[in-house]
């Protein structure tokens, strides 16, 4: 419950029957709270940002298809929101088609346009004349098949029922085993407690192009031995050449070494976003190399602090 006593509030890309809203209902506060749909991932966040919701969900990367460029942009560049925890969601879809439907019926096949590319075979291999139509969500290309607009629609089978559709095939998939990653987003806070299995996102803007801009934000991390698991480059929108890095790595906010980094980035940067610090999903434990130990840099301290005031 929210401190005025009513149900906690959460955002996500609807309509009823997404892979988000399947993410949200793995979360153990999503049980008791109320779910709001949104047509959109900008939608569900800007009614986070407005305080229509406690709390959104959206995808933020796939493992076959990479990073979901509208979620990256809207966090990097619109009004600060803040990640305070992820979700790895194993994804497969199925081929939803009103009943009585064969696949030599089917000529339109809809999706939302991050899962096409995930069944793009398959879709060749067993339904090779089908034209595919964009949804902005697969729940909603199911709905429009219970509609009659299309023939069939890529979604998960969980929301079959939902719309009154039924199964021509399961676990369609190019690649085996994919997963997406969907981050939990408040308004701006105090980060989560570290948990010592932690990620941290940062949003990072060159302020002049030249030769090792790259490797200068790069070094910032390796010398404090911290791992990178995602470097994404972006336009800013301010013309071409223009670009941003959203970066994830290991680490908490509290760490020394992420502290230094993170002081490192500042300086040499013309602008650096704090986007989270949370628990990583798959509760990996970062290797910490020697002399990058939040004791390691508490004694180096105390060395120059005796160098600069011996006797002190």
Request: with cysteine.
């Amino acid at each position: 419950m929210t401190a005025d006593s009513r149900p906690a509030r959460y955002a996500y890309l609807g309509p009823q029957g997404t892979f988000t809203e399947a993410a949200l209902l793995t979360l153990p506060g999503a049980a008791g709270a109320e779910h709001v749909p949104y047509s959109t991932v900008p939608a569900a966040l800007e009614a986070l940002r407005t305080n229509e919701v406690d709390t959104a969900v959206v995808a933020l990367e796939n493992s076959v298809e990479g990073s979901v460029p509208t979620t990256l942009d809207e966090l990097a560049t619109g009004e600060p929101l803040q990640i305070v925890g992820e979700i790895h969601l194993p994804v497969s879809f199925a081929l939803l088609v009103r009943p009585g439907t064969t696949l030599d019926d089917i000529k339109t096949v809809a999706s939302h346009p991050i899962a096409q590319p995930q069944c793009r075979r398959w879709l060749l291999d067993n339904v090779p004349d089908a034209e595919w139509r964009a949804a902005t969500s697969n729940a909603e290309a199911a709905q429009h098949v219970a509609d009659g607009h299309y023939d069939a629609a890529l979604a998960g089978s969980f929301a079959a029922a939902r719309y009154g559709l039924s199964v021509l095939a399961e676990d369609i998939h190019d690649v085996a085993d994919a997963v997406t990653r969907f981050v939990v987003l408040n308004r701006p806070c105090m980060p989560p407690a570290p948990t010592g299995t932690d990620k941290t996102t940062v949003v990072a803007f060159i302020g002049e192009d030249h030769p090792g801009a790259l490797l200068e934000i790069l070094t910032e991390f390796s010398v404090r031995g911290i791992n990178l698991t995602l470097i994404q480059s972006r336009p800013t929108g301010a013309g071409l050449g223009s670009y941003l890095f959203w970066m994830d790595f290991e680490g908490h906010v509290s760490d020394a070494r992420v502290g230094e980094a993170l002081m490192g980035l500042r300086r040499i940067c013309a602008d650096l976003r704090f986007v989270g610090s949370y628990a990583r999903a798959d509760e990996t434990r970062p290797e910490i190399r020697r002399g990058t130990h939040d004791t390691d840099f508490t004694e180096a301290a105390a060395w120059l602090a005796a160098i600069r005031t011996p006797g002190a």
